[in-house]
């Protein structure tokens, strides 16, 4: 009784002085970049040769176009990039050269790669903080690099650029590099004309007032821009451009390219061709409109090259035949994937939906080489996905919960429907314990429990009926948490699944919705409008918000991985906390992606994420231990009774230790556990744990990692 009244002072003393001392002590935590696949969204490109140099917005992809019937994907690069959405106003930001692709990127610089091999790019160099657009034009690139105004760097060696020259304080616009003089343009700033026949010396020598204009292209004496409509400039006298005509495009122009007297316009309506024999009075002659919203543009012999805006992401790069350029015709199309939202992910495969439109397989056995196996278009509007065995459940929205079989990743085959028979919509599916919980958003709105003791025909065992529309499930235990568009969170209690009982709710903030949702023990996290909150629903019928932390964004999804949760930050990425407290999450990293992220997954520690215009996978894990106390299973600061009580119920099948770290590279595990010195926890530990408290040798620690 006094051994445990003096430790027990003990640790009191200890536990304040550790409480102060852990407040500074945050978790590490490394992320690491694997790999990506489903690229979709080719915002410009460059053709040489038989290769089209596309740029995405995760990086480059090479794809080869010998035959312009069947162009095939042969290489990628990936670039770390935030590029949004809204910033695609700006095109051309790729230009190849001498087999080295120049790629503009806002937050990158210009980077420069090796594409000497097409299907092995290679970093070359990068250079400058920020780069908009880029023109190559002989041993120089021509860069818009923002606030640092135009750079001209030498390029002779591309391992090793130079810059040799510099004009004005902003660029922000299109860049075009021609026979010594350099044609810049945005939509805030006139059209400049700049020698740089001393590129170590650019002089202004002429301006046009264009009052904003992001497109140019230079063929002779004429430049081609966006003012008013289509303009022609004669640019014979560089110090006093004039125009000589205009016309009223139909839609949106995003790129410009002049051919033996025919202009190729990269239109919101597609590729339009005019005829400029007469630059006074150009002349319309076809349109080739089976790729809408075109984006970039390059001509190589008789083929025309485009990609989609970002909105028309389902479609890849198209090939256009113009050896009659008043017939363009699309000869053959690299066929992208389109936008990427939701995902379940086993051991060795990731199940990708494409909202409306179906569902892809992707191996991911080798994480930093993920592969696409197959393609299979749904019945109706795929919403959700979860695996269950040897199949795959899609909530297809009018057409059910569709039931795919994938033994055969290569070749899925829809083998059975849940369709209640009414009018209904299926938005998410959860799978535990061998019952499916499926959300219809049909009223009336519900969440259905269907038994899968036979996989391919479920059974209906029961259903909760609710006031919203039904978003997102996540079960744990005996318990469903069901949120609902505008309505807030619904717990029900599921012990008896043919009759599902309303437990309690949690509505701060309606009607904003909860975009993200896991759960852990007695904490649930969600995401809502701009912020992580974990609720304690240790009581299910009376849930308590316990913290909140603002992520700067609107926050989208929600997983949980060990001491850390990942939360989506739409367009923002993703921001790692540490929630080893759950009444103090902490933000400790932010990871940029290439666009607005819809979900996340967590499976052998990787961290998978839908983000509109692919699947990234990132590897992630703790970093060596920093700081923990021996026996501290339950993370409270201190080693005692406690921490016994937490291990025998964890080897029972209760929660896992709150923490755990990378004792050795790529081991992560519960390593405050060890007290035996065998760098290992079981239960040997709780034996060792329980001699120690009745007298016995004091705690070892790991020694391969012992605290500090």
């Not at 020598?205 to 292209?217: A, I, K, M, P, Q």
Request: glycine residues 10%; charged residues 15%.
């Amino acid at each position: 009784m006094r051994r445990w009244f003096r430790f027990s002072i003990k640790m009191a003393i200890i536990i304040a002085f550790l409480a102060a001392f852990m407040s500074q002590n945050i978790l590490a935590l490394e992320i690491n970049y694997e790999g990506s696949a489903l690229w979709n969204n080719i915002y410009d490109l460059d053709v040489e040769e038989q290769y089209a140099y596309c740029l995405f917005l995760n990086g480059l992809g090479i794809i080869d176009v010998s035959d312009p019937t069947s162009p095939v994907w042969i290489g990628q690069y990936y670039i770390s990039n935030d590029y949004y959405y809204w910033r695609q106003k700006v095109t051309g930001r790729i230009s190849v050269s001498g087999g080295y692709a120049f790629i503009a990127s806002d937050t990158v610089g210009l980077v420069i790669l090796n594409v000497q091999d097409p299907h092995n790019p290679t970093l070359a160099s990068t250079i400058l903080d920020q780069a908009w657009h880029v023109h190559v034009d002989g041993n120089y690139a021509y860069v818009a690099a923002g606030s640092f105004g135009l750079k001209i760097i030498n390029i002779t060696d591309p391992s090793s650029p130079a810059i040799v020259g510099s004009y004005g304080s902003t660029a922000y616009g299109y860049i075009f590099a021609d026979s010594n003089y350099v044609y810049f343009s945005s939509e805030s700033q006139d059209l400049q004309i700049i020698d740089v026949s001393d590129p170590t010396s650019p002089v202004l020598v002429g301006l046009f007032d264009t009052e904003g204009s992001s497109v140019v292209f230079v063929a002779g004496n004429r430049l081609y821009t966006i003012y008013n409509g289509i303009s022609i400039l004669d640019i014979t006298d560089r110090s006093n451009p004039t125009l000589l005509s205009t016309y009223a495009q139909a839609g949106t122009v995003t790129d410009l390219y002049e051919k033996d007297n025919y202009l190729y316009a990269a239109d919101t309506y597609g590729l339009m061709v005019f005829d400029v024999s007469n630059p006074s009075n150009p002349v319309y002659c076809g349109l080739e409109n089976a790729i809408l919203h075109c984006n970039g543009l390059d001509i190589e012999g008789e083929l025309a090259f485009t990609g989609p805006q970002w909105y028309n992401a389902s479609h890849g790069l198209a090939v256009i035949d113009i050896s009659n350029p008043l017939e363009p015709t699309k000869t053959g199309e690299y066929e992208s994937y389109p936008e990427v939202e939701f995902l379940y992910v086993s051991d060795t495969h990731a199940y990708v939906v494409h909202r409306d439109i179906g569902l892809s397989i992707v191996d991911i056995t080798d994480p930093s080489s993920p592969i696409v196996e197959s393609f299979l278009a749904m019945n109706g509007e795929a919403q959700g996905v979860y695996g269950y065995g040897d199949y795959v459940y899609v909530a297809d929205g009018y057409a059910g919960l569709e039931i795919v079989d994938v033994q055969e990743p290569e070749n899925p085959i829809i083998v059975g429907n849940y369709h209640p028979g009414t009018r209904s919509y299926f938005s998410e599916v959860f799978i535990a314990d061998s019952l499916a919980y499926v959300a219809n958003t049909i009223s009336p709105r519900r969440m259905t429990i269907l038994d899968l003791s036979d996989p391919i025909n479920p059974a209906v065992l029961g259903e909760y009926y609710v006031p919203g529309r039904p978003f997102l499930i996540c079960v744990e235990g005996n318990y469903a948490y069901l949120s609902m568009e505008s309505v807030g969170l619904h717990i029900i209690d599921v012990t008896d699944p043919t009759t599902p009982v309303f437990a309690g709710e949690f509505n701060e903030n309606a009607p904003s919705s909860i975009w993200g949702m896991d759960v852990r023990g007695d904490y649930l996290y969600i995401a809502q409008m701009y912020s992580l909150k974990i609720i304690d629903v240790s009581d299910p019928t009376n849930p308590i918000k316990v913290a909140s932390s603002h992520a700067g964004n609107s926050v989208n999804g929600v997983v949980l991985s060990g001491n850390y949760a990942f939360v989506g930050k739409g367009h923002w990425g993703i921001r790692a906390y540490d929630v080893s407290d759950p009444l103090n999450p902490i933000g400790i990293l932010d990871i940029i992606t290439p666009g607005r992220v819809e979900e996340l997954f967590i499976n052998d520690g990787n961290l998978f994420a839908c983000n509109i215009y692919s699947l990234q996978i990132y590897s992630f894990g703790a970093t060596p231990c920093s700081f923990y106390v021996t026996g501290d299973v339950n993370n409270s600061g201190a080693y005692d009774g406690l921490d016994i009580i937490y291990g025998v119920n964890y080897f029972k099948g209760g929660p896992p230790p709150p923490y755990e770290c990378e004792c050795t590279p790529g081991n992560i595990w519960h390593v405050a556990g060890d007290v035996n010195g065998s760098c290992n926890y079981n239960g040997l530990d709780i034996t060792y744990g329980v001699a120690y408290f009745k007298g016995g040798p004091d705690p070892i620690p790991c020694p391969d990692c012992p605290p500090n």
